[in-house]
């Protein structure tokens, strides 16, 4: 019999057995059977029970009596790591749940699983874009695991723009620190979210 989530086929030898589709067979007494489980692909072989089996190995059974073997397949699991990059801030999460990054930028998934990102940017910060696994754009990335795979998202500081205006019957200059400001001629200037900007009148 083959149980767990996974797939594969179980042959024997003799021949008599492929499992898959043949997976009973009568031999007779005090014959040494030698069982071999071969994985499909995106599966793992996690073992035998019954009949004396245990372990990965090829398992040889000498066969005198009625006995059931079980060999079990489990989905390969493949590592989705999202990277953050940019000047910018933000988290990524995923659908389904075990990345929350922020903090769990790495999880494991069965083979074959469809994982939705989602990237929200801090206060202050905007979201630029994707890039790895097939992700692009700045909407919601949906890929599907077949390899161990590295998604960066990429935030960026959003800027403001800060404006200067002479006004009175005199005349003078002001400028900037961090430079940007000279008004006179120059009287406006972006800055990245959160910069703290000294103005001098002079």
Do not use: H
């Not at 072989?45 to 059931?68: E, H, I, L, M, Q």
Request: aromatic share 6%.
């Amino acid at each position: 019999t083959r149980a767990g989530s996974g797939s594969g086929t179980v042959t024997s030898a003799p021949a008599g057995i492929s499992c898959g589709t043949d997976c009973s067979e009568p031999y007779a007494s005090g014959t040494a059977v030698t069982l071999t489980a071969t994985p499909a692909a995106g599966s793992l072989f996690a073992g035998w029970s019954g009949g004396g089996c245990s372990g990965t190995a090829p398992c040889s059974v000498s066969v005198t009596a009625d006995t059931s073997v079980t060999a079990t397949f489990t989905p390969q699991t493949y590592t989705l790591t999202v990277t953050r990059a940019g000047s910018g801030s933000g988290t990524v999460t995923s659908a389904p749940t075990g990345i929350s990054c922020g903090i769990d930028c790495s999880e494991p998934y069965p083979n074959g699983t469809a994982v939705t990102l989602t990237a929200t940017p801090a206060a202050g910060s905007l979201f630029t874009g994707w890039s790895g696994g097939g992700c692009s754009g700045t909407g919601s990335c949906t890929l599907t695991l077949t390899a161990t795979t590295t998604v960066t998202a990429t935030f960026t500081l959003q800027t403001y723009t800060l404006t200067v205006t002479n006004a009175g019957t005199g005349s003078g200059t002001v400028s900037s620190s961090p430079v940007g400001i000279s008004c006179g001629t120059d009287c406006s200037e972006p800055y990245s979210s959160g910069t703290a900007v000294t103005l001098t009148a002079t």
